[in-house]
């Protein structure tokens, strides 16, 4: 992969990511979408952060546009100081990928850009955006400070008092914030693996290595629960007090039941027992938080979007246990996170995730496939039934119908789902596996990647 856009913004090889071509697609954006003549920019914590984020500067004061630099901040709450200056916002950050790897989101003044949006950019590329007076450069300092405000007012200080919460801290940029957060509302916070070298943790996808030191780090130190995030702090990783990870559309789910929301926007890979809880509607969507915001912006009521990947959006005023939330439509890791440790704190994070409707769903990737690969592949199978039966058929499971929403999705005679899906912006090729049973669901996912190699 060198550069793709896409999926709410550029992302691509870091030796790919020239001043030049940084300066054509935040100028292209500037261009096309509405960001009121402010732009807040943001970074993680990779080596190529800050280099890129000053591109970005530069090329935005260079259209005369007021330029508000936030330094080192999570996704939302970048996203969170550029609705408060009703402005837009710039994130450096390739999100869970590796570090040789780093990209830009891009929001617009109500949020993350759309698919509209994407294909306003890509039509302004080759144009001439530069003005004689560059734009004013400010700094934000307090942007983390607001976005730990925002929780600790909403949950309230005694919120997670006699909780001892393990806090993964590896690389993620939100990781001292949430700490804060933790602590705040009353928790004990034992951090665990702090890194100064980038480490890519997706949390849709835990590495089974990691996903044994989680477990021993919880028994060790007699966890209440463990919790971290991806790189840029918008995608939640929690763990429960046996140290089983609980899959990111399971928070989802008791998030949006806890906040009282009537409609959910999520994709079609996200666990398929939302429809069993007694919403008033459930979108199944393409993949993407573009793809989740337009049909939350199509909806009525009390409406919140969530992701397989657990990234959480609000779509409407919520009430938290000591206050309000307004809404923030962006993917969010905190807010799922609260809510499940707050929703265990009684009987347990583990017998509260015991409520919902018995669907398992887990996820794993080969890496390092090229994307031309993985769509010829698909494109065989959508026009092959044969070529799909083979691949079923030492799994032993027969096909029952397909589903091309995104990706290829393989619902099976005995009720499992098999899910195969390129990644929209890397070199990687997804597999979400459905069952009744997480001992089957693991089983038929390890088998499945198996089978799926053989394949390519």
């Known amino acids: 992969m060198s550069v793709k856009f896409g999926t709410s913004g550029l992302r691509g090889l870091v030796t790919a990511m020239t001043p030049d071509l940084i300066t054509a697609h935040v100028q292209a ?11 807040c920019v943001g970074r993680d914590l990779r080596p190529s952060s800050p280099r890129i984020a000053g591109d970005v500067i530069t090329a935005a004061r260079a259209m005369g546009i007021r330029v508000i630099d ?47 949006d994407e294909a306003a950019i890509l039509s302004r590329l080759d144009a001439s955006h530069g003005v004689a007076h560059p734009g004013a450069l400010e700094t934000d300092t307090g942007a983390n400070d607001r976005y730990i405000a925002r929780f600790v007012a909403a949950f309230g200080p005694g919120a997670l008092a006699g909780q001892r919460i393990g806090l993964y801290a590896h690389s993620a940029v939100g990781r001292d914030a949430l700490a804060r957060i933790l602590t705040d509302l009353g928790a004990e916070v034992i951090e665990l693996g702090r890194s100064d070298d980038f480490i890519p943790v997706d949390t849709e996808a835990v590495d089974p290595e990691v996903r044994v030191q989680i477990a021993e780090w919880v028994k060790t130190h007699g966890l209440h629960a463990l919790v971290s995030t991806d790189g840029d702090s918008d995608r939640p990783l929690l763990a429960d007090e046996t140290g089983r990870v609980i899959p990111g559309d399971i928070l989802g789910q008791i998030t949006a039941e806890t906040l009282g929301a009537e409609v959910i926007a999520t994709p079609i890979s996200s666990n398929s027992g939302v429809t069993m809880k007694g919403f008033k509607e459930v979108q199944l969507t393409r993949i993407g938080s573009p793809y989740v915001i337009a049909a939350m912006e199509a909806a009525t009521g009390r409406v919140v979007g969530y992701e397989a990947n657990g990234g959480f959006l609000l779509g409407f005023e919520a009430q938290g ?22 929703a265990g704190r009684k009987g347990g994070i583990a017998a509260r995730v015991a409520q919902e409707p018995p669907v398992v769903t887990v996820a794993d990737r080969l890496q390092e496939v090229d994307q031309a690969k993985s769509h010829a592949l698909l494109e065989t ?70 089978q799926l190699k053989i394949a390519l």
């Not at 954006?29 to 732009?39: E, I, P, R």
């Not at 962006?330 to 707050?342: A, G, H, K, M, S």
């Not at 044969?386 to 619902?411: I, N, S, V, Y």
Request: hydrophobic residues 45%; charged residues 20%.
């Open 321 to 342: 246990p000591a206050g309000s939330l307004a809404p923030l439509m962006t993917r969010d890791c905190t807010l799922p996170i609260l809510t499940v440790l707050y």
């Open 381 to 450: 199978w959508q026009n092959d039934p044969a070529a799909r039966a083979t691949f079923l058929e030492p799994l032993g499971k027969q096909e029952q119908r397909m589903d091309l929403t995104d990706g290829l999705r393989m619902e099976l005679t005995d009720g499992d789902v098999i899910h195969v899906r390129p990644s929209g912006n890397a070199p990687e090729l997804r597999l979400y596996i459905e069952t009744k049973e997480r001992a089957s669901a693991e089983a038929l996912l390890s088998a499945a990647l198996v």
């Open 70 to 116: 936030c330094g080192e901040v999570p996704t939302p709450a970048l996203a969170l100081a550029a609705q408060a200056v009703d402005g837009g916002a710039v994130m450096v950050t390739g999100s869970h990928i590796p570090a040789d790897r780093n990209g830009l989101k891009f929001y617009v003044r109500t949020g993350e850009i759309s698919k509209a």
């Open 29 to 39: 954006f500037l261009a096309a979408c509405d960001t009121g003549g402010v732009l």
